[in-house]
């Protein structure tokens, strides 16, 4: 209820159904939950330079701060002063591996027992076509954790680079009739069997992968609609990618390039079918929060697939969710418009742009964007959120119209937009058009609790309709019963209907779950002077100060407490600060 809405990251919504791997049957061997991967992290070290301390302390932070290429750097300054620690060794390679550096396959083979040492070595045998050198390396790696399920992907895909389909296929048959993974493997070998040219196995192993996935994710929808429209079966390949699109508005942006994309084989060559499988780990490592790990697949993914635009988007949303979004821009950056998730990736660039100030920019990339796409509201509906949050609440209203005349009609779907503008028009001082937009979202969508916080709040700050706002807030906090702001607003209308007692307590109760927030606090405040507790109002109005709130609020709290300063009665009516709510 309190704090603006940021622009949406489109790449959230796409992440959560992009790789195959994700909805996998139980967690992976060998993982941690908060892993930092194998020999990667700032562990026990205690390295004995003659110099080059403080490059390995800035390594550390820096690793910490997943910032890996400042980390690389600083590891390697720190290596050339003691080059035979072999811990240092291990913590520079994968450091290394992550930014992308080249210096890893040198550190790769000083570490024999190192995992992921050893799959980077594979893959430089795998881009020479070295097939015989490949197996060698498959067989020389340790047999548990996260490689003993690698193994066998890996294994068939280098022999079916070695021209060995049968021997392939016979490696994965057996996993692909138990239980553990077998979807995976089944994915694998289906993809090995239409590469090969091999359909009636190619459609048997199809159906094992996709019956035993809990439902359909991007990757494995691209893949389906690839194989149904190369049997002919285009408009069942449409009907796969639409059921992938239809949850998520930003997903139907890149529905156009992906039906157009389907003709398109997937995996086109053995070493794509490895970049596969590392994307699919990755995923898998991402869900149980081995961020470390899971950077180090998608970097092996791209080493041998730079154009696997699924593995740049999920690397990207690890650099954004670590704060660096410069990183995830450099990441997304060989994307180009014509990938069949290029409208995706644009609308993701605009949010960085943003992210890093660079707000005029971001607003023309998105108009270019909705330029491209004209059925679709997602750009506009992006670029309203940024204006919005930018106090530019004029110009996000022409933002917010512009998408909703894009929307096909009204629906459920159609409440955040509603609702967002209708925030935007309070901001502006436009009630009687916020109102009206608050009433229609909760006409499509009756239960919403942030649409029936928000009116109820609003109406109950202006002292009319006080009944009907309690009803409202009451139902929105049945639904989310631990949620400070709403019982902040329930606190509010509480004290408007004329029971400070009451609303002291429920205030008290918001200000324990949100300390931080300074109109809460301002609420308290207002509660505490109307039932004659002025000391610790005049206390509450003060640290409402100190919460960073909004110009406005500051401007109305201050005035309360020069209002107050020589009064022995509450004032009738003005508030501590703002009606501004969240959007979620």
């Known amino acids: 209820m309190h704090t603006a809405l940021r622009a949406r990251r489109a790449l959230l919504a796409t992440l959560a159904t992009l790789a195959i791997c994700a909805a996998g049957p139980a967690p992976l061997p060998g993982v941690a939950r908060a892993s930092t991967g194998p020999q990667v992290a700032p562990s026990q070290v205690n390295p004995k330079y003659t110099g080059g301390l403080g490059a390995f302390m800035a390594a550390r932070f820096a690793t910490t701060q997943t910032d890996v290429g400042y980390a690389a750097t600083e590891y390697l300054k720190a290596l050339a002063a003691d080059p035979g620690n072999p811990e240092l060794i291990s913590q520079a390679f994968g450091v290394c591996v992550m930014a992308g550096r080249p210096e890893a396959e040198r550190l790769a083979t000083l570490l024999p027992d190192n995992p992921v040492a050893g799959l980077l070595l594979l893959d430089r045998e795998v881009r020479a076509g070295n097939w015989d050198g490949a197996e060698r390396r498959i067989h020389a790696l340790p047999k548990q954790g996260v490689t003993q399920i690698l193994q066998p992907i890996l294994l068939a895909w280098v022999q079916q680079g070695a021209g060995h389909t049968d021997a392939a296929l016979a490696t994965l048959r057996p996993f692909t009739e138990g239980q553990r993974f077998r979807s995976v493997y089944a994915l694998h070998a289906a993809l090995i069997a239409d590469l090969a040219g091999r359909t009636a196995e190619a459609a048997q192993f199809y159906h094992v992968s996709q019956a035993d996935y809990e439902g359909l994710n991007l990757r ?128 993701n660039r605009a949010g960085l742009a943003e992210r890093l100030g660079h707000t005029d920019e971001a607003l023309h990339q998105l108009d270019r964007l909705a330029h491209d796409y004209p059925d679709s509201p997602v750009p506009d509906i992006q670029a309203g959120d940024i204006l919005r949050d930018k106090s530019r609440f004029p110009e996000a209203i022409v933002a917010y119209d512009r998408a909703l005349a894009r929307t096909k009609g009204p629906s459920r779907s159609v409440w955040p937009l509603l609702y967002a503008r209708g925030v935007a028009h309070e901001r502006a001082h436009q009630w009687p058009l916020a109102e009206a937009d608050f009433k229609r979202a909760l006409e499509l969508a009756p239960d919403q609790p942030t649409v029936l916080n928000y009116l109820g709040y609003s109406w109950a700050d202006q002292g009319t309709n006080l009944d009907q706002a309690r009803q409202m807030i009451d139902k929105a906090l049945q639904q989310r019963p631990d949620d400070g702001a709403i019982i902040d607003s329930l606190g509010w209308v509480t004290l408007r209907q004329g029971d400070p007692q009451a609303a002291v307590k429920l205030l008290e109760h918001a200000v324990e779950l949100q300390p931080e927030d300074a109109t809460i606090n301002g609420h308290l405040g207002d509660a505490y002077w109307a039932v004659g507790r002025k000391l610790e109002a005049t206390f509450q109005w003060r640290r409402a100060l100190t919460l960073n709130p909004e110009p406005e609020d500051a401007a109305r709290i201050e005035n309360r407490l020069h209002e107050t300063a020589s009064l022995d009665t509450p004032p009738v009516s003005a508030t501590a600060a703002s009606q501004t709510h969240t959007i979620q």
């Open 220 to 347: 494995l929808a691209e893949i389906i609609a690839s194989w149904q429209a190369r049997q002919g079966h285009l408009g069942d390949a449409q009907r796969t990618l639409d059921s992938i699109a239809s949850g998520t508005d930003e997903m139907t942006l890149a529905l156009p390039g992906l039906i157009a994309g389907s003709l398109t084989r997937p995996v086109a060559r053995p070493a794509d079918g490895i970049a596969e499988a590392y994307l699919e780990l990755a995923a898998a490592l991402r869900q149980q929060e081995a961020t470390d790990f899971a950077m180090l697949m998608l970097r092996l993914s791209l080493e041998l697939r730079p154009d696997l635009t699924p593995a740049r988007m999920l690397m990207a949303d690890v650099f954004e969710n670590t704060h660096h979004p410069e990183a995830a821009l450099a990441v997304l950056a060989p994307v180009t418009d014509q990938d069949p998730l290029g409208a995706v990736v644009r609308l």
